[in-house]
């Protein structure tokens, strides 16, 4: 199945590294003119060596007022990936409510904001778009010493059904990917440990972690026209970790 992006503008967050970074990249091979936005300058700067074409922003969307300054001029866009994310985890007795803002703050509050100045820019054109949020399986599954993600990929669920909900109406579709364990330079650091990794690989069917790409592919079919009947879903990208 072929997916063209040509004459698309997109702008993906946490685009630095990892999924974000191979997301931008992905877009912009099929066509897209890409922006994206994080808040390493370093890593933008390796990100446009690799890809001259993508347009850099270096702002941290925890920042409302920095985010509002830095997106206001980025002109229209049609896609969007809200895949900035902040994980920072600590058992439940042991939660802060600085862990618990730092979290809530990226996760939730930065999409809602960077949705918000994307989505009323598709509306005002009256052109619809697609957007897709990078959620988890710890939205709908309890992870040990996970309390805070787990509860903020929870809200981004919701928000995302509600934004397809109000959103709809524009011809603006709003879906997420809720990807298992994904290995990325950071999930195979994470998850190296063979016996640590044996206790979430036996919750998974096909008996694996995702590999970035699966994800990536995942989130251009829910970019692109052949996805044009498809609104407000959870899409779990996890080898049937949820069907258990």
């Known amino acids: 199945m072929n997916i063209s992006f040509e004459g698309k503008r997109a702008l993906v967050t946490g685009a630095g590294k990892g999924i ?8 912009a091979n099929c066509g ?9 300058q370093s890593d933008l700067d390796s990100l446009v060596q690799e890809c001259p074409s993508i347009i850099p922003v270096c702002v941290d969307l925890a920042d409302w007022g920095a985010t509002e300054a ?6 229209p866009i049609d896609l969007l990936v809200n895949n900035a994310a902040h994980a920072n985890l600590q058992p ?6 600085e862990q618990f803002d730092q979290s809530f703050n990226v996760n ?4 809602l904001h960077v949705s918000q100045i994307v989505a009323a820019g598709m509306k005002g054109r009256g052109s619809g778009g697609a957007i897709v949020n990078v959620s988890s399986q710890a939205s709908q599954c309890a992870l040990r010493n996970h309390t805070v993600y787990c509860a903020s990929k929870g809200a981004l669920d919701m928000l995302t059904k509600v934004m397809a909900l109000e ?8 879906n997420s990917v809720n990807p298992t364990v994904v ?7 994470g998850w190296s440990d063979p016996e640590k990794a044996k206790t979430m690989t036996s919750r998974i069917p096909l008996g694996r972690f995702a590999e970035v790409d699966e994800v990536v592919n995942s989130i251009l079919f829910l970019l692109s026209d052949k996805s044009s009947m498809t609104n407000g879903v959870t899409l779990p990208v996890d080898g049937g970790f949820l069907a258990c």
């Open 20 to 27: 974000g970074r191979a997301t931008a990249l992905a877009l």
């Open 32 to 40: 897209a003119k890409v922006t994206s936005v994080t808040r390493t």
């Open 92 to 97: 439940f007795l042991e939660v802060t409510p």
């Open 183 to 189: 290995m990325t330079e950071m999930g195979r650091s």
């Open 167 to 174: 959103l709809g109406a524009h011809q603006i579709r709003v």
């Open 70 to 75: 830095a997106l206001k001029n980025v002109g």
């Open 108 to 111: 939730v509050k930065a999409v």
